[in-house]
Each structure stands twice: as C-alpha cells, then as structure tokens.
C-alpha cells in the first residue's frame, strides 16, 4: 500500500522552554524536525512526507528542512487535533497515513514496519510500549492507591491508519480538543491495535530529554574521524574583516571572491577533510559569480549538511587565527557563539584561539591573516 508521512509539528514547546521550540531545536547538530523527517523520506515504504507547522515558525521550518524533497508545508490549528485533520485535507492518492509526532525523532524503522503491518480498512494502529512501573495515583503529591498496570500501555508515534478512514474521524469529531490519533479514530468507532514501539522513540520534551537522545545518537557513531584545514587571505582596502563569521571594524579589508573569512574557509576544509570529500574550491569555485561576496557561513553550514548526511556528528572544533592584527582576543567569545551558532553545536564544543608569528612571514609583516582548524567528526561505521 502507498502510504504518507504526517509530521505534526504545529506545537509552540511550551513545556520545553527557551525562544525556539524543540522541533527546531539541534540533536547533535542537527534540528530535531529534520532528523525526524529524513526517518520517514529514507523508509522505503513511504513515498512522501508532509508537515504541518505554526505560521509564525515559517523561518524555522525553511531552515530546518533546506534541501529536502518537501510540499509546501499546512499551517496548523489551534490545537493538535485541528492541525492533524488540516494536514490529512491536503493529502490525495495514498492508502495510508502514518501520523507521527515532530519531537520523536529516533523511531526505528521496524516500529514503523509493524505499525504499516497492522493497518487495515476500518483499523488503524499504534506504536506503543507496556507500562513496566509501579504505579502510585498520588493527590498532592502524597501516595494514595496503586494503579493496577496490567494492560496499560504508554502511546507513541507513529500512528497509522488509512487515510479516508482517519480523515472521516477527524471531520466527525472536530473541537473535540482530542490529543490523540487514537483517540479520534475510536471515537469515530474504529478499531486501533497496539504494535510494539520502541524505548528509543520517546518524545523530546524536555532538555534532559535532548541529552539523553544525543547521548544514544553518539554512542552508534563509532568511526572518529579527524579533518584538518589552512586558509590565508591577503589585506586589501576595506574598514572591517570578516572572522568566524563575525565583522570586525579594521583599517582595511581581505582580499577574496566570497566575504575572505579565513576562520570560515580553514574550518570548512576541516570538516570536507574529514569526510575525504575534497575542499572548499571543489565545492565552492572562485570562478563561480554566485559567490561573489557570499557569507561564508554558508560553506560551512553545506559541511556540515555533508556530516548530517553521512549520519555522523561534528563532535568539536578548534580554530587558529594567525595575525598580529586586529586583535582577537575582544571578540572571541562572539566568534565562538557566532561558530556554534552555524553548526548547532554546544559552545563547548567549539573553540578559538589566536596567535602571531612574532613579527615574522607575510602575517608578522601584516600582509595578511592565516588560520588553520582542526574539525573531530564521529560517523556510524
């Protein structure tokens, strides 16, 4: 059977916390939704993915996603309830949906296989797993009565059910402020089984619960790879650099076809070296108008696309400036944000330093800037 992918990241993160909800936020350098998103694209059961999102995360979303074969994603509700009945309005020539939170971005292809398995006309199902805790119905926080957990189970995603019978449920039980697929379609009168989910598909709810799947991510990524860069650009006339992607007022400029942020350009290398995907010219040439004063942040952020792609991370960075001036030390701290900033890295992950070469060679004459980067990548074997 054809079957879609309904990404529902409409919500605001609320309980998450900080100005970016968690859907935008970065797993080991890369935003939860993404991840969640290239789950479902590369599992050869589902030929199209659709995501419903808040208009006002219009921005996030684009960035999010760039270079993924997307539709334009559906702006969702008021609710969950609303967003997925809005989502399932646009879809057209499948069997089957499988509905799938945003903030569950590690579900394991079989979860996916078994929820597929169990799908049939007038019974949908979903994933999910056994309670194995004692459990306590605690009043102001004070034990009160056991809960008796045989046949309880914890829901998760994805939720999977043909599409006309999910899309049915969801007109006839609309502002009913339901806050599960599961839940409509019974209210509706069909049948949903239960099919084994996963420890590892636990939805990112708070920061603890970013850690934690960072840390399960990580621990898969065993090939340590270690890439190392050299940029060097001329002084020309100008009133401010551009290093590690900050602009810093200066006497003059550097020469160079893009924005000649060598800090930028030897990371870049760095990072290429490490995946043995040659260097920055292959991949940017100066011969090419379309970058022409470009923002080097972009060859940098194509990196680590590159690393993402591979299914590995950018575990730490370490840039050298080589120059007498400007000074760098005032500005490190921006620069060290400005970098984990473009590589969705913690910042102690990221580090700057800067040196000169006591008055000696083309940067002691102050003829130009050097760097040289050292970039520590960790794939899957």
């Known amino acids: 059977m054809r079957a ?7 919500g605001s993160g609320s309980r998450f916390g900080g100005p970016v909800p968690k859907q935008y936020r970065r797993l080991a350098g890369v935003p939860v939704l993404r991840r969640t998103v290239e789950t479902f694209l590369t599992h050869p059961a589902v030929g199209r993915v659709q995501v419903v999102i808040r208009a006002e995360d219009t921005a996030l979303y684009a960035d999010a996603v760039a270079g993924l074969d997307l539709p ?16 399932l ?20 292809a079989p979860v996916i296989d078994r929820v597929l398995a169990a799908v049939q006309p007038g019974a949908g199902a979903i994933a999910a797993l056994p309670v194995a805790d004692t459990l306590w119905r605690g009043p102001d926080a004070v034990c009160d009565a056991l809960v008796d957990r045989q046949n309880l189970w914890r829901a998760q995603t994805p939720q999977g059910f043909m599409l006309t019978d999910i899309l049915a449920a969801h007109r006839a039980t609309q502002g009913q402020g339901l806050t599960d697929d599961a839940a409509v379609a019974m209210a509706a009168g069909l049948k949903v089984h239960l099919v084994e989910g996963s420890p590892v598909s636990a939805k990112i709810t708070t920061e603890a619960d970013l850690t934690e799947a960072e840390t399960r991510l990580r621990q ?28 810093i007022p200066h006497t003059c400029g550097l020469a160079g076809h893009s924005d000649a942020d060598v800090g930028l350009h030897a990371l870049t290398d760095a ?15 100066p011969s090419d108008p379309r970058w022409k004063g470009a923002d080097s942040a972009q060859f940098l952020r194509h990196a680590a696309d590159l690393v993402a792609a591979r299914g590995g991370v950018i575990a730490h960075t370490d840039v050298t400036l080589i120059c007498e001036r400007p000074k760098v030390g005032p500005h490190r701290a921006a620069m060290q944000a400005r970098v ?23 940067t002691g004459r102050e003829e130009g800037i050097a760097a040289q980067a050292v970039a520590t990548l960790r794939l899957p074997e």
């Open 220 to 247: 898969n990524l065993t090939d340590i790879r270690v890439g190392t860069g050299f940029d060097v650009h001329a002084f020309a006339d100008g009133d401010s650099v551009t290093l590690c992607g900050l602009t």
């Open 89 to 108: 309005e646009v879809l057209a020539g499948v069997d089957v949906v499988l509905i799938q939170d945003a903030a569950r971005p590690c579900v394991p």
């Open 271 to 285: 990072i290429l070296g490490a995946l043995a995907a040659g260097d920055i010219g292959q991949h940017f040439p």
């Open 340 to 362: 984990a900033e473009i590589l969705g890295l913690a910042l102690d992950r990221v580090s700057i330093k800067a040196t000169t070469t006591e008055k000696l060679g083309f």
């Open 4 to 10: 879609v992918a309904l990404i529902v990241a409409g």
């Open 72 to 87: 334009p994603p559906v702006i969702g509700g008021a609710d969950r309830q609303e967003s997925v009945r809005l989502g």
